[in-house]
């Protein structure tokens, strides 16, 4: 099982930018699919982006063109760059892998955008 853990959320004021961090505790490997979902209380827990090994990626409508989902395989480390923040992006960011062996998840991290 790999475990995953979360940083860079917090406060930011509309149209900023902001950038999270999820790290897995060993090497990622190969046939994986990571990304980001959010969640707002009293709510579903919705996909933002997601990434393959391949490097492809998949982005809700909502995100495209201000979210991307850079990733570092040397540090086993997926990021989710965020611009031109909007007080709709306030949610708790929770990253994920989706592996052969099963999925994980982090604990999560809030982010909150001012208007």
């Known amino acids: 099982q790999v475990q995953l853990v979360e940083s860079g959320g917090g406060l930011v004021q509309a149209g900023g930018s902001m950038r999270l961090s999820c790290g897995a505790s060993r090497r990622i490997g190969t046939g994986n699919v990571m990304g980001w979902y959010r969640q707002v209380p009293g709510k579903e827990r919705e996909l933002a982006a997601t990434?393959?090994?391949?490097?492809?990626?998949k982005y809700d409508d909502s995100v495209k063109g201000r979210f991307t989902i850079p990733k570092d395989i040397a540090k086993n480390t997926v990021y989710l760059q965020m611009n031109d923040l909007k007080p709709e992006d306030t949610a708790i960011y929770y990253c994920?892998?989706?592996?052969?062996?099963?999925?994980?998840w982090g604990q999560g991290t809030q982010v909150t955008v001012s208007s």
């Open positions: 994920y892998i989706h592996a052969p062996w099963g999925i994980a």
């Open positions: 990434i393959t090994t391949g490097g492809s990626t």
